[in-house]
Structures are given as C-alpha cells and as structure tokens.
C-alpha cells in the first residue's frame, strides 16, 4: 500500500524539507497561493511533524497534573489545554498540547520534541501506575485552516459539530471513525483530523475534491509567524522562561505543584520578567535568526524567527525577545543595522497575499 508520504509527494512540484523533526512537502508549487488559502480560504497540511503519545493507568491525570504546567485535574473528557513541560529551574523542556480522551490521555506534539517529552516522562514514573503509549504509527493527523475550513468540512462529513477552542468531537469518514480537533485560537478556523493511517489518504483526496488548497510547510510557517505563535527550539528554548513568552494560556496558577512551579510562582509574585516576547516589522532585508536588536549602542534582544511575506510592500516581519525598558521607553533600535519597530501580536493588519 502506497504511504501518505509517498502520494503527497508525488503530487507536487517541489522538495521535501525538514519542519519540526519529519519530512515534509515544502510547498505545492506556489507559496504565495498556499498562504492566501491559510489566510482568505481553507489550506489543508500533511502533519506528519506532528505525533501522539498516549498516557494510560490509574494515575495518569494525577501523575501528569504534577508534571506540566497548565491544569489536567480538572479538564473534562473531550476537552484539552496547551502547556509548558519544565525543569527544576522553571525553564522550557517542551510545549504541547494534552486532551482527555477518557480512557487515555493523548500528548500532541512536534516530533522534534518528542524523544525528549517521553524521556523526561519516563524518568518521573516511579511508582505511578501510569504507561507511555506510542501513537506514531496509530494516529495520522491532517490540518485543515482558514476561514472556509467548516465549509469545506461540511463537504467531506454529514455533519460537524460546533467545537470550542482545543475541543475533540468523533465524526465518521466513509464508516471510519476521525477525531475532529479545533485549534486553540478563538478567533481563528483551525482543526486536526486525527484517523488511521490508511484512511488518511483518501480523506487527504476528498478535502481537495472538496476546495480545499494543499499547503506545505513554508505557508504554514509564514502563517505562523504572522500569527505570533512561536515554535519551540526555535522561538521557545530550554534557556527561555515562561512568562518571558508571553503565553500565559500555557500557565495556572491555581492548580497546585508541578515541576518548576516555584520558579513560575516566583516571578509572578515578585512582577515581570526583563525580556517579553514580541513582533518586529523591519523595512529592510531578512535578518538571519539570532541577529541582535540594538538601542542606542546596546543589545537589548534578538531575533527568533523572520518572515518574508508573498505579499508586494508587506515589510519584512519577525518574531524575538527583546527588553520591557527598550519597548517602554520608546527608544529606536536596530536590527542588522536596519530600523525596525516593535509590533503586537498577531499582525492583524497585513494584507492578504
């Protein structure tokens, strides 16, 4: 049986790449089209970056609710959470996303974290009954975004439900069951189809007999960044903290001990970190990942990920950290000698490619 890899990739016209630890279609022959569909239509994308690992055992929500930093003890079955995976000092092993699925919990994440997600876990099951489960080759994922994406899911299934954010509801594919996943942004249609392997082939084909747009990994990395969502080891490292990320919906505070707790507690009782993750607009060329942001003849930040857009006198736009002072006391700065200028996330204003 001809894999999913192997069909997408002998449908396009262009290279495969490395995106987030697998690899993927780098683009189905115009970038530009792709990232219009994320924007204006519905793209659908071959995650294969993306991989499961299951928690099964009597301890697991417990066990779990100890480890990461967002609550599981309270999160109803069908429902999930974004979280942080800390060390003892509070700073970011990995990020992910947890869901109860009832008789299990389901860990998604990119497959560049997984060996490092499942080995911290291993080393804090002692005398848990709680079991790591490889879903990898159980579980395959397609992500289907845009503002047309529930039109182009009522085409493919008799009826989809209304999901909230980060909510898992089963539909039926042709008599197979798929898990329908909603993306955690409010303001944003994005979902997962989480289906067997075997399936996921002809599913991939019903979604583009239905409108849907194929889209590789280089839009949906220009999606990202214009959307501020940063990506760990690349915008989130094992030097960064949590709050310095800006993504609280990753933290509660209410929820008692995990590992780095103290760290986390600390600072939020003691007030804000120095450096805050941020947007950059730059009039100028792309600056390399990790170039510095000076003010005033001081680095004050640095550059984590940039995005030139398909898009004629769109500026070059990019995610980094940069010092609270630098941005408080509206001093200008420079990026690789470029004026550039801090930006909210996301960039809502850009206009569609």
């Not at 995650?47 to 480890?67: A, F």
């Not at 509070?90 to 497959?111: E, F, K, P, S, V």
């Not at 804000?272 to 510095?292: C, L, S, W």
Request: hydrophobic share 40%.
């Amino acid at each position: 049986m001809m894999t999913m890899l192997q069909a997408v990739s002998g449908a396009f016209s262009g290279h495969m790449e490395e995106y987030a630890g697998a690899q993927t279609p780098a683009s189905f022959g115009d970038v530009r089209a792709e990232y219009s569909a994320l924007r204006q239509g519905c793209g659908i994308s071959f995650q294969n970056w993306r991989t499961k690992i299951g928690l099964r055992g009597s301890d697991r929500v417990r066990w779990l609710n100890g480890m990461i930093t967002n609550n599981i003890r309270d999160l109803a079955a069908g429902r999930g959470v974004y979280s942080f995976l800390l060390n003892a000092q509070g700073r970011i092993l990995g990020d992910l996303h947890a869901y109860n699925l009832g008789d299990r919990l389901i860990i998604d994440t990119d497959q560049s974290q997984r060996d490092k997600i499942v080995s911290t876990f291993d080393h804090f099951i002692i005398m848990d009954d709680v079991e790591i489960e490889g879903l990898r080759q159980n579980i395959a994922s397609v992500g289907v975004a845009g503002p047309k994406s529930k039109d182009i899911l009522a085409r493919v299934f008799s009826a989809v439900p209304a999901l909230e954010p980060l909510q898992v509801a089963e539909v039926a594919f042709q008599n197979n069951p798929v898990r329908l996943v909603r993306g955690g942004d409010p303001a944003y249609e994005e979902f997962e189809l989480w289906i067997a392997p075997e399936h996921e082939n002809t599913l991939w084909n019903a979604l583009v007999e239905a409108g849907a747009t194929r889209v590789g990994s280089q839009a949906v990395e220009l999606h990202r960044i214009t959307r501020g969502i940063p990506r760990y080891g690349v915008d989130l490292r094992e030097r960064d903290l949590p709050q310095e990320t800006e993504q609280f919906r990753a933290l509660n505070f209410n929820k008692g001990c995990y590992v780095g707790q103290e760290i986390v507690e600390r600072i939020r009782s003691r007030g804000n970190v120095h450096r805050t993750f941020t947007g950059f607009r730059i009039h100028g060329p792309v600056p390399p990942a990790g170039a510095k942001i000076v003010s005033e003849g001081k680095e004050v930040g640095e550059v984590t990920s940039t995005a030139e857009l398909p898009v004629i006198g769109v500026p070059v736009v990019a995610l980094g950290y940069i010092r609270r002072e630098a941005i408080a006391t509206n001093r200008p700065f420079t990026i690789n000698g470029i004026p550039a200028a801090a930006s909210s996330l996301p960039f809502t204003d850009l206009p569609n490619a």
